[in-house]
């Protein structure tokens, strides 16, 4: 499980396609950290450990599922990727829970400088009734748990505070840039539990 409060922002130094995998090599100051088997959220991703390849770089793999549900299979060398490890058991819940399975991709629609802050607008097709927002709610974004607002049935805005824009990839992010969303668990969990009593 994450809380959706970003560690480090890693760079995508390689890529090895497998078949229809992608071995991701990732250069960050966690990897001297890291150990093979251990979870990582990358940009909202849950990838496991595969090997670590010195100090600097690991490597994860991600597969067909993932790389169709998520934006990994759209970057290149030199990215930068928002990273978290798994919640240690007496950490403080900082975020929200993240579960690290990215729902579905979203669109950047607008980016608007508020003088201190920035206003980050996204769009997305939703695909499932779980796939829900509500105002002041929760969302995560390319692995940041963020508070959505000005929502509508498939577009929400975010406010994006300065040290969040400084230390994750979000000062990287341009208008029709393409970012991975999680929608909310508890939410999903009432969407379900009600779908369920109404038809029967």
Not at 88 to 107: E, K, P, Y
Not at 125 to 150: H, M
Not at 179 to 186: A, G, P, S, Y
Request: glycine fraction near 8%; proline fraction near 2%.
């Amino acid at each position: 499980m994450f809380t959706g409060i970003i560690e480090n922002v890693g760079e995508l130094v390689n890529i090895v396609s497998e078949g229809e995998n992608k071995h991701l090599e990732i250069s960050s100051s966690l990897a001297s950290e890291l150990k093979v088997d251990q979870s990582v959220s990358h940009n909202g991703v849950c990838l496991t450990v595969t090997e670590v390849l010195g100090t600097t770089t690991y490597r994860v793999t991600a597969i067909q599922e993932t790389l169709k549900r998520s934006n990994l299979g759209k970057l290149s060398n030199g990215t930068k990727i928002n990273l978290e490890r798994c919640m240690s058991a007496n950490g403080r819940f900082d975020g929200h829970i993240v579960q690290g399975h990215v729902d579905l991709t979203a669109t950047c629609t607008e980016i608007e400088d508020q003088a201190g802050s920035w206003l980050f607008r996204f769009s997305y097709e939703p695909t499932s009734p779980d796939q829900l927002l509500v105002e002041k709610g929760s969302v995560t974004i390319n692995g940041v748990s963020l508070t959505c607002f000005d929502i509508t049935d498939s577009s929400f805005a975010v406010a994006i505070i300065p040290y969040t824009y400084q230390y994750t990839n979000f000062n990287q992010l341009e208008i029709g840039g393409t970012v991975n969303l999680e929608f909310d668990i508890i939410g999903k969990y009432i969407s379900r539990i009600v779908g369920n009593q109404t038809t029967t």
